[in-house]
């Protein structure tokens, strides 16, 4: 996918600088790891990807969501996005780094950082899977994710944010009913109805409004 979009939505970890930093809101826990098998039913007369013991909170603009755990505790996974907390962050405008607020409660706007400057002077819209990222901690996420380009930090402040697809694992069913993957991590519109009912959503993909540079290092006064 394009670096522009921040598709990837991997915090991958300090540990490779050799610098100890704390552990990302987003970034999940071995323990944190929930393998469930994944069945079709029948709903409204189409077949449709669940559980066998599905909760109703796990279900989201029409998709079905990847089951985790939420101790935040045992072996972190620098290189994995714990779905319910990168979920939680888009939705509610929390930073990666922290869990807090990334909105700026003095003008408004969410602070972003992107994995590189974006194409034109003043992009209007972007997609993106990585959450936003409040002013206090864009230093720390800069030091702690390699895939953003030390040398040109994108970082933004937005006006504003709206759920527009999924990054999703795609399932059917071979000659013997078996379940089977058969697309890994595609991106998927919210109106792709025809592949949501057969999808297992990890990550929630954001369309950012009204985008403003902001100059790096970022002045925190």
């Known amino acids: 996918m394009d670096a522009h979009t921040g598709l990837e939505g991997k915090m991958t970890g300090p540990a490779a600088a050799g610098v100890a930093l704390r552990k990302p809101y987003v970034t999940p826990y071995a323990e944190e790891s929930v393998d469930l098998p994944v069945t079709f039913e029948m ?3 189409v077949p ?3 559980y066998p013991d599905a909760l109703s909170q796990e279900w989201m603009f029409g998709v079905l969501w990847a089951r985790c755990g939420t101790a935040r505790a045992g072996t972190i996974l620098w ?19 922290c869990g807090g607020s990334a909105v700026d409660p003095e003008t408004g706007r969410v602070w972003w950082v992107m ?6 002077d003043h992009a ?7 959450p936003a990222t ?11 994710c390699p895939y953003l380009p030390m040398e040109s930090p994108a970082v933004y402040t937005v ?10 694992d795609i399932y059917g069913q071979d000659d013997d009913g078996r379940v089977m993957e058969t697309r890994h991590q595609a991106a998927l519109g919210l109106d792709e109805f025809h592949l949501l009912h057969r999808a297992l959503a990890t990550q929630l993909i ?3 409004h009204d985008l403003q540079p902001v100059p790096y290092p970022v002045n925190q006064d």
């Open 79 to 97: 290189s994995k996005i714990h779905t319910l907390r990168q979920r939680r962050c888009m939705l509610k405008r929390l930073c990666r780094v």
């Open 134 to 144: 409040c002013k206090g901690c864009v230093s720390e996420a800069l030091s702690a």
């Open 206 to 208: 954001v369309q950012v």
């Open 115 to 120: 994995a590189s400057p974006l194409p034109g």
């Open 48 to 50: 449709r990807l669940t």
């Open 43 to 45: 709903a409204a007369g």
């Open 159 to 168: 006006g504003d944010c709206s759920p527009i697809g999924v990054l999703a």
């Open 124 to 130: 209007e819209t972007w997609p993106t899977v990585g």
